[in-house]
């Protein structure tokens, strides 16, 4: 964790996770993996993409290069970039939506039990946004992965959740499937969401109904 919380509590499958000392700490990161909002600068710019992806492996997992570089291109070719072609690029020579497919290869090198994505398609074109998330249930039903997505766009959210939590001044504020959230929304700050998403008004006219 990078700040200690002042309250509150922090599990992984049982395992508080909250007291954790540094050793400890790296332990679990096996287990639970990040992909970051920006892909232009959550890769290293002087290492090559296969590089980039066997970096964890290496480090949690202490496999050897050789062993590291074969299953990056494994995971390459999951997310869709042929090694061949990829491999020995660096991130300035690859698009934005590569970069974050490089991004989620890297984080899923490792086969960790829970993804935590802090807006990752944010940063990408609407149809890039929609390559990704197509993507990312893709490998969701493909490896059972579990994912946070953090996002304050409500269509995405709606897209790829099962779940959703409402969070306003770092406090939750609604929960409930993504279902109801969406269809009976019980908070102004969720609502105030969901009508912000392009198009709500347009479509609820149309239906003949509306979101308040």
Do not use: C, W
Not at 167 to 185: A, L
Request: proline fraction near 5%; aromatic fraction near 6%; charge should be neutral.
């Amino acid at each position: 964790m990078f700040n200690r919380p002042t309250a509150g509590r922090i599990t992984l499958d049982g395992t508080e996770l909250t007291g954790l000392s540094p050793k400890q700490q790296r332990g679990m990161r096996g287990r639970v993996q990040m992909v970051y909002q920006n892909p232009y600068s959550s890769l290293d710019p002087k290492m090559r993409v296969g590089e980039i992806v066997a970096e964890p492996l290496r480090n949690l997992a202490g496999a050897s290069k050789r062993e590291a570089l074969k299953r990056a291109d494994e995971f390459l070719a999951r997310v869709a970039l042929d090694p061949a072609q990829f491999a020995n690029r660096t991130p300035a020579q690859l698009s934005g939506g590569q970069r974050q497919r490089v991004a989620i290869a890297r984080a899923l090198i490792v086969e960790p039990e829970l993804v935590v994505l802090d807006e990752a398609v944010s940063a990408l074109d609407v149809t890039v946004q929609a390559q990704i998330l197509e993507l990312l249930e893709d490998l969701q039903r493909e490896l059972g992965l579990t994912y946070v997505f953090i996002s304050h766009d409500l269509a995405v959210v709606r897209q790829i959740s099962d779940t959703v939590s409402v969070f306003s001044r770092g406090r939750q504020v609604e929960y409930g499937t993504t279902d109801e959230v969406f269809t009976h929304p019980r908070h102004d700050v969720t609502r105030e969401l969901i009508n912000a998403i392009p198009g709500t008004v347009f479509r609820a006219r149309q239906l003949g109904e509306f979101v308040v």
